[in-house]
């Protein structure tokens, strides 16, 4: 039987193979690798497609988040709204600022953020948050209009997790385009990878921009004159040069991650054991992860490895639960829904070059496993 990986890079960069050659070679013969003309390219380039006025390159997503904060000013004593239901990074890029993180349910359907909770928490008056991180998860946007008002209306920060959302849409926008700074991360499995670690900060906000130069530069802006203390986090050339190739096919790639999970809708659609993702009508959602609910999910990802299909759950222990952030005072019942859901997703193999016998072949096995078990 036939394996079935929950991601692959290798049609996709035979793809493009010739392309990346290219550039790999063009970055050698310029004979330089930290802050050239790759990178100052490739953030224009990106900034115009997230539909802003700057990006700054970084060396992660983490610190994509670390230095947005850390240029709107949170720091040491400041507390920052997100979700419980991200990767670790969201959280630990708030504590490398010694800010605090302060956590909101989730809603049941899209994963993101309770805009209700969200303003209910500011409005009692017990939080007065410095910045809010709303998570786009799996590629499908948190409702930015609803975050942007709450914002305003509290004087508050707003900086969007984009890390698993390059390309989303909003209402006609794109992700990174409606908070004071957007994060991504070029982590490769990300809808746009490098070959390595990376991630950059879109803003409109001149000052924001050239705070995160300085601090992702040692805090200098010519060399050796150091006017803050700042940081090594830099997206090196190669990889900008290498992500200017991918940029220009990321749409194509979306457009069949969105293909692919249409075919997931339909072939699953029939299970009503089965919970779907669902796509918001204000949005375009573009399937970093194709994520299901269901009760039995232990089970069923062993049944499906039985089967020499992978899968993977994003992400099986919340933030509030972790013992990294015992210290916050949370426990098991503190986000009912985040915890539900965590005990209930499974992610499918997804990713634009999977073929679709590989797809039917994986709905094939979830309705013999639904059917043996019911």
Same mark, same amino acid.
């Given at each position: ?14 793809? /493009?193979?010739?392309?990346? /050659? ?7 013969? *310029?004979?330089?690798? /930290? ?72 809603? *049941? ?43 305003? *209306? ?16 909003y209402k006609g926008k794109k992700a990174g385009s409606f908070g004071h700074a957007g994060c991504f991360s070029f982590y490769p499995t990300k809808n746009l990878g490098c070959l390595g670690d990376g991630g950059i900060v879109t803003t ?171």
């Open positions: 039987m036939e394996p079935i990986s929950f991601f692959s890079l290798e049609n996709q960069h035979r793809s /493009i193979h010739q392309e990346l /050659i290219e550039v790999f070679n063009r970055a050698l013969r *310029k004979n330089r690798f /930290i802050l050239g003309d790759e990178l100052e390219a490739f953030e224009r380039e990106f900034a115009q497609y997230c539909g802003t006025g700057y990006a700054v390159g970084v060396s992660s997503g983490t610190e994509a988040l670390h230095l947005a904060l850390r240029a709107c000013g949170v720091g040491k004593g400041d507390q920052v709204i997100t979700v419980p239901n991200s990767y670790i990074a969201t959280a630990l890029s708030i504590s490398y600022v010694g800010a605090t993180p302060v956590f909101v349910d989730i809603h *049941k359907d899209s994963y993101n953020i309770d805009c209700d909770a969200l303003e209910e928490i500011i409005k009692k008056g017990k939080i007065r948050p410095k910045a809010i991180i709303p998570v786009h998860l799996y590629g499908n946007m948190a409702d930015m209009s609803r975050i942007v008002e709450i914002g305003k *209306k509290y004087a508050v920060k707003i900086i969007e997790d984009a890390c698993q959302a390059h390309g989303a849409g409109d906000d001149v000052y924001i921009y050239r705070e995160l130069q300085l601090l992702r530069n040692y805090g200098q802006e010519k060399k050796y004159y150091h006017e803050i203390k700042g940081f090594n986090s830099r997206l090196d050339e190669i990889q900008a040069a290498i992500l200017r190739v991918k940029l220009k096919w990321l749409d194509h790639w979306n457009r069949l991650r969105r293909e692919k999970a249409k075919r997931y809708n339909a072939l699953i659609g029939e299970i009503e054991q089965i919970e779907r993702p669902s796509e918001n009508p204000y949005g375009e959602h573009i399937y970093h992860a194709y994520v299901i609910r269901v009760k039995n999910r232990d089970r069923l990802r062993e049944y499906l490895k039985e089967r020499r299909i992978s899968t993977m759950i994003h992400y099986p222990v919340p933030i509030h639960m972790q013992k990294a952030y015992k210290d916050l005072g949370y426990s098991k019942g503190s986000f009912k829904v985040t915890e539900k859901c965590a005990s209930e997703i499974l992610s499918l193999p997804l990713y634009p070059e999977i073929p679709f016998h590989h797809i039917e072949r994986v709905c094939e096995s979830i309705h013999s496993f639904i059917q043996k078990t019911s």
